[in-house]
């Protein structure tokens, strides 16, 4: 299973918006509503942010948001923070507990 | 609360064995699937595979069948993933990950293990 291709990098300005894109497959992102997406700041353990899609954890600020097209999810943070800087990975659940993750994205607030 | 803790920092010469832990609480531990996450440095995450607590029923990814082994002990809520003979390449941080269905919902703090002559 190949990994989910994202931009290596995105930045914008505090209170701007940023949009990352998560490509996969016919057998992953675009045959499931099931993508997650994870913020890990340096040093520090994976942490989710979005799932099934559009979801979001408890805690979660709803500036965070994700919404999904054919083979190609996104995740938007918009009102940048300079918290949000941050390696960002999307993941699709790929059947019977399989996982796919994406290459990563490092955002970075100006 | 969800917790899962485990062992610390690693480092190991090429061609040693290595065994790290993670131990789960707050939790009925049996009967939740485990699952390991490989970081190699400044790369991203890849599922290693799962194991279910009850039956040591163990699922592997291709790219890591038959490269380590994970195993449990349900009596003190622990799984581990272990290696018989480490390489260079098998540095990385590695993270224990409880899947709560179509996601990855909890995660431990990482192991990083160094192999290096």
């Known amino acids: 299973q190949s990994a989910l291709t994202q931009p290596p990098s995105a930045s914008g300005s505090p209170g701007q918006s940023v949009t990352i894109s998560c490509t996969g497959t016919?057998?992953?992102?675009?045959?499931?509503?099931?993508v997650s997406w994870y913020q890990q700041h340096p040093g520090k353990a994976p942490k989710l942010i979005i799932y099934?899609?559009?979801k979001r954890p408890s805690g979660v600020p709803d500036r965070f948001s994700g919404s999904k097209s054919d083979n190609t999810a996104s995740l938007t943070v918009s009102g940048l923070q300079a918290e949000d800087e941050a390696d960002y990975f999307c993941s699709s659940y790929a059947g019977t507990n399989n996982y796919v993750f994406g290459t990563g994205t490092k955002v970075t607030v100006l | 609360e969800v917790q899962l803790v485990q062992s610390g920092a690693e480092v190991k010469r090429p061609g040693e064995s290595l065994k790290i832990s993670c131990k789960g609480s707050?939790?009925?531990?049996?009967?939740?699937?485990v699952g390991w996450v490989r970081q190699m440095p400044g790369k991203g995450l890849e599922w290693m595979g799962v194991?279910?607590?009850?039956?040591?029923?163990?699922r592997y990814s291709p790219s890591f069948q038959g490269q380590v082994t994970m195993s449990v002990d349900k009596s003190s809520s622990t799984a581990y993933l272990q290696w018989s003979s480490l390489k260079a390449s098998d540095t990385a941080m590695y993270y224990c990950a409880r899947p709560v269905g179509s996601y990855v919902g909890y995660w431990g703090q990482g192991t990083r293990v160094t192999v290096s002559s």
């Open positions: 016919s057998s992953d992102v675009g045959v499931y509503n099931y």
């Open positions: 194991i279910y607590p009850d039956d040591s029923d163990a």
């Open positions: 099934d899609v559009n």
């Open positions: 707050g939790y009925r531990f049996p009967f939740y699937w």
